[in-house]
């Protein structure tokens, strides 16, 4: 099925089955690897992405349901530039293995936009991705790094 | 072209390459001193071999050094430490060095593993040397090309300066051909002179994770690649029969079916496509009667079972009997998943009797060879490409699916990719093993009399192919289970720790820290109990019972700073509020950690973890802190939440979620100090997994009363 998106601020047109999950389209069909494979469940969030401007988990989500939508990947984040998330996330040093940090940095941008100044509970309840490495610690002053850097812009 | 100066030592130039160091430590008597020097400590690494030029460094035509790294970057930060260790004798500045992994059809092959703690601790010495060597070469070369002596020319941050000329490595590289190698052994920097190593340097890689790059075994291709779904067994035991895909071949993208002895792959132009038509397989499979079940794993567990192996025994330990100062308890952990977030992935392209393999592997050689048994490929026809690992923990030293991508592209014809599905990685990878262990001391006056350490535990080390299938014969006690399970208090003068091998119907193996977690959960769970009985503090009372020789001093002196950071003991605590305290020596490394927690809605809660480390001399005291930091984690994480059981021939859970793992609103607060002890680098990534599961038991069992035996702690409630 053809199929019509906006990826990262390009129009996009894939001609992939329409219940192929948007991650296997983004990572196989469009060769954009930045965003993860975890579970292929919609458990982990090492896939999220944003969808018309919402964190979402694109292993679970079929192409078709992206049809004439906005798409936003790890790599069209920052718009050309390190997003506030990234410079955030080089700065507090968090990665180690790396595998999940994209999952999570899209998880973030998206409650930075809807809470730009987050608590830890709103931290807490709002950031379910999971880590193996335990970048935990780093992430949770990160997420605050990345509010403060947002607010100076 | 390759040009082997005084024997082994390697020395490759060529137009666009420039100078590329390799060495095969025999060529030069100082070397061999300097080797067996090494050997006698135990250090040696040998990063050579005769026939094949393995080249370390590249200076390259910007000044820059391309260094092959032998070991593996899987998150624990080694690209960092290395490169570090390589800019301080080579002077050139980090930002001069691209670290890039090791093929096996270039660089330096690692004939051991990443793994273990020990990539920074057995690389040091060897790579300080051939960092230098490289400098002193340049630096002599430099004397016939600036007409200075060498005693006016001095190495820093990749020129070569004196008498205000200068030249770039590049540039005498360029106007070289012939090298020579040092007549004397250089002379290597003291630890106060170091301009780089024990700076807290930011990573190597970060901005290459934090854009996302596609550096993963998941996200290797070739042109024209194709998609492997492979059908692996569903429950343990489980005997393939026939195989019937006339629907699954017909599926949209479906280029083959291949069958092969071993395994079953749906090859597709996606792998979407390969993973739908393989739910239209239909394969007959013969399980097992019955089905095994998590009560025979528990059955199989136990101390008593199995065959015993005495690992450790001194002085006396009769007199363990019921009585007024003996104590025992009994303590269980469960069967354990890595876990690892990027699940096994590799790409393989065979043609003309050649294969690249492109993977995330903790074992190169192993895997490189097991291809080469498997296929008949020579291994010198083997390229293994390591990416980037999302994650080892030790999941990553056993890769046969390796195998397969090969199998698969010579079957095709075409690069072929094989990715493990999160499903298969719980059932078909392998598990850490559960325990059992039974604690019994004795008490007189104060102090422990007689201890006795009883482990039960599946296999970790026996059983891998990493190990020889005669070492169960001739060392009787898998080193992997016992590890941790030595007592580090060796002033207790009667002493006994006791292995049982219980071998399970699956496999289990290598884990974060292998018996670290189990062992230092028993044991130091354990003292704290006697140090109640003995109505001592749990410090002072460790103190008593470490020995203080050099290495008990180092335990010593962690127990001290983590009392000191923490105030345990010291300071008041907010009401509700407990500290638990708990410490072990891994691989020569001290640790010891402080857990505050309180009970909130019946459940534990971890406030924050305060960790002491002595890892010897530093490269990167923020590498030892992201190290401690994501281990205390990690336990954390596999000692409050993770629990594996077998059902009907299943490993259940598996997928993530339903294996509860830590999430972030779980992390405490982590405050990490580190000691330098010593002027030699010893091991990080693991000793943090030993003490955080008995810190927090011990925490609890302060506030509540109640103590933990069994892991995972969330199946205590307190009201």
């Given amino acids: 099925m053809l199929l019509k998106f906006d990826l990262n601020g390009k129009s996009q047109s894939v001609d992939v089955p329409e219940d192929m999950p948007l991650l296997w389209v983004l990572r196989d069909t469009l060769q954009q690897k930045g965003t993860k494979f975890g579970c292929g469940k919609g458990l982990c969030g090492a896939c999220t992405v944003h969808l018309d401007g919402n964190a979402i988990r694109s292993c679970s989500i079929p192409v078709s349901q992206v049809q004439n939508k906005k798409v936003v990947t790890i790599e069209g984040l920052g718009q050309g530039q390190l997003h506030a998330v990234q410079q955030a996330w080089i700065e507090e040093g968090v990665p180690q293995c790396g595998y999940c940090q994209p999952g999570f940095m899209m998880a973030t941008a998206d409650l930075l936009q809807r809470i730009p100044n987050p608590t830890d509970a709103d931290i807490d309840d709002n950031i379910t991705n999971i880590c193996r490495c335990g970048t935990y610690y780093r992430m949770r002053k990160a997420i605050h790094k990345a509010a403060q850097l947002n607010q100076k812009d | ?719």
């Fill in chain 2, 1 to 719: 072209m390759w040009k082997a100066t005084r024997r082994n030592f390697l020395i490759k130039t060529g137009a666009g390459l420039g100078l590329a160091l390799g060495l095969g430590w025999v060529g030069k008597k100082v070397i061999r001193g300097f080797i067996v020097e090494q050997a006698d400590k135990g250090a040696l690494v040998q990063f050579s071999t005769d026939t094949e030029p393995q080249y370390w460094f590249e200076v390259q035509k910007d000044n820059t050094i391309l260094f092959h790294s032998p070991k593996i970057e899987m998150g624990q930060g080694v690209f960092s430490a290395l490169a570090q260790i390589v800019a301080e004798e080579l002077e050139v500045s980090i930002n001069q060095i691209k670290v890039v992994h090791s093929a096996t059809s270039h660089g330096p092959i690692d004939p051991n593993t990443t793994g273990g703690s020990d990539s920074i601790s057995s690389t040091f010495s060897q790579l300080s040397m051939l960092a230098a060597l490289m400098r002193e070469m340049l630096r002599e070369r430099a004397v016939a090309l600036l007409g200075i002596p060498l005693s006016n020319l001095s190495a820093q941050n990749g020129y070569v300066i004196g008498q205000g000329k200068s030249l770039s490595y590049a540039q005498i590289v360029a106007q070289t051909s012939e090298w020579s190698l040092p007549d004397t052994e250089p002379t290597l920097k003291k630890p106060e002179k170091y301009q780089v190593i024990g700076k807290p340097l930011p990573r190597v890689d970060l901005e290459a994770k934090v854009k996302a790059e596609p550096i993963f075994g998941i996200d290797a291709t070739f042109p024209d690649m194709v998609y492997a779904a492979v059908v692996r067994s569903p429950y343990f035991g489980a005997v393939r029969g026939i195989v019937n895909a006339q629907e699954a071949s017909k599926f949209l993208g479906v280029i083959r079916v291949v069958e092969q002895p071993d395994f079953v792959a749906i090859v597709a132009k996606s792998r979407y496509e390969a993973l739908m038509a393989k739910e239209k397989l239909q394969i007959a499979w013969t399980s097992p009667t019955p089905l095994l079940q998590q009560k025979e794993v528990s059955d199989i567990v136990q101390i008593g079972k199995g065959d015993l192996t005495v690992v450790q025994e001194n002085g006396d330990v009769t007199g363990l009997e019921e009585g007024e100062d003996s104590i025992k308890i009994e303590f269980h952990t469960p069967l354990g998943a890595h876990a690892q977030m990027e699940p096994n992935g590799v790409a393989a392209y065979y043609k003309d009797g050649k294969v690249v393999v492109k993977m995330s592997t903790q074992s190169v050689k192993n895997t490189r060879n097991e291809i080469s048994e498997a296929t008949g490929i020579r291994v010198e026809d083997i390229d293994i490409q390591p990416t980037f690992m999302g994650g080892g923990f030790g999941r990553r030293l056993y890769t046969p699916h390796a195998y397969e991508a090969v199998v698969l592209s010579q079957e095709m014809g075409l690069p072929v990719h094989v990715l493990f599905e999160r499903e298969q990685e719980f059932q078909n990878g392998y598990l850490r093993p559960p325990t059992h262990h039974k604690l019994s001391a004795k008490l007189n006056n104060g102090k422990i009399e007689v201890i006795e350490h009883q482990i039960a535990s599946g296999d970790v080390a026996f059983g891998s192919s990493l190990v020889p299938s005669f070492a169960p014969t001739v060392l009787g006690a898998d080193f992997g289970a016992w590890r941790g399970g030595l007592f580090h208090y060796e002033n207790i003068q009667n002493n006994s720790v006791k292995y049982w091998r219980c071998q399970l119907p699956f496999f289990t193996s290598w884990w974060r820290g292998l018996g670290l977690m189990a062992n230092s959960f028993a044991i130091e769970s354990f003292i704290d109990e006697l140090a109640k009985k003995a109505k001592q503090d749990p410090i002072s009372f460790r103190i008593t019972h470490i020995k203080p020789d050099e290495r008990g001093q180092r335990l010593i002196g962690v127990l001290k700073e983590v009392q000191r950071i923490s105030g345990f003991g010291q300071k008041a605590l907010p009401e509700g509020h407990s500290m638990g305290v708990a410490c072990a020596t891994d691989v020569n490394t001290p640790v010891a950690q402080v857990a505050e927690v309180k009970i909130e809605n019946g459940a534990i809660k971890v406030l924050k973890v305060y960790c002491a480390i002595d890892p010897g001399l530093v490269i990167n005291p923020d590498g030892v802190k992201a190290q401690c930091e994501g281990a205390i984690s990690m336990g954390l994480s596999a000692s409050m939440f993770e629990e594996l059981t077998i059902k009907d021939g299943k490993v259940t859970p598996n997928q993530y979620l339903q294996y509860q793992m830590a999430q972030i609103r779980d992390i405490p607060d982590i405050e990490v100090s580190i000691l330098s002890s010593g002027d030699k680098p010893r091991g990080v990534g693991e000793p943090p997994m030993g003490p955080i599961a008995p810190a927090i038991a011990n925490a609890v069992a302060s506030l509540t009363g109640t103590r933990m035996t069994k892991i995972p702690f969330k199946q205590y409630q307190f009201n």
